[in-house]
């Protein structure tokens, strides 16, 4: 059987080749109606049929890969002001040039810990973040030479190792900074799978962050997740009722999702009045 892998977050999921219409760049531009789903974003219309379309980033993560980006994003934003401000106080020290001044190295430490306690799974992302480290180390170690040569009174001297830390390691922070933030932005072009259960008309559309690759896989080669929902793990009702078990991948597993299990009409035995003809999920 075949199956084509997208990434979802952090987690691969498996959908059968046969369950997928078709895939297309997600626009932001799906129309919205009341609801209490949260991973319900809207509805676009495919092949003249209205259909809804949910984040499966909500439905396995519990939050959007947007949000996620968004909140990365706010991150580096403030952690590189943080730097800046630190910078900008650093310079004001260096300049005044009457007294005995101190390298306050507080700022400078929380900063490192944000970088190296950044988690990410994005590979691009996380080589770049994990490039700071050099230029920053670099950074700490010559601002302790501008301190000690400025309070020996030698101001000219230390003026030009302020130079040389502007014009290098931190100028080297700001464009890691900022090709991180880039990374972000730029590599999150989310598409919508639009599945199908006969193969002809569209049933929901999915929304995930990337398509990975296709896999030929036999039924006994799936694993059930029988021994792990038995065990005791907390999967809420409707990814519960999605998964159909784990494949085996190179270095991890892909979780197998059936769409037709999203909202089926014994789902919403109880919200028969929410739903209309012409959607049938609401």
Known sequence: ?????????????????????????????????PNNNKSFIGVKDYMETPTPVFDLGVILNGSSTEQSNKKALNELRTWQASLNDWFSQFEKSIAQQSH???????????IAVFYKEFKTDNSDLKSIIEKLDEPF????????????????QDYKQASKYLASIKRNSFMQLQRLFDAAKEQITLDYKPIIVFTTKDGLNPHIGLLVDKVEDNIDYKKEDIKPLDKLTEVGFDIDPQTRGMMRGLIKLAEKHSVLIDPSAIFRPDHLAQQEDEETQAYGLF
């Not at 979802?8 to 997600?26: N, Q, W």
């Not at 005995?100 to 929380?110: C, E, P």
């Not at 180390?137 to 400025?150: I, K, P």
């Open 100 to 110: 005995v001044i101190t390298n306050d190295k507080t700022q400078l430490h929380n």
């Open 137 to 152: 180390q670099a950074l700490v170690t010559a601002t302790d030479r501008a301190v000690s040569t400025h309070n020996e």
């Open 1 to 33: 059987m075949e199956f084509i892998n997208f990434q979802v977050g952090c987690k691969t999921i498996s959908l059968k080749i046969l369950d997928i219409l078709l895939t297309e760049r997600f626009d932001n531009n799906l129309t919205t109606l």
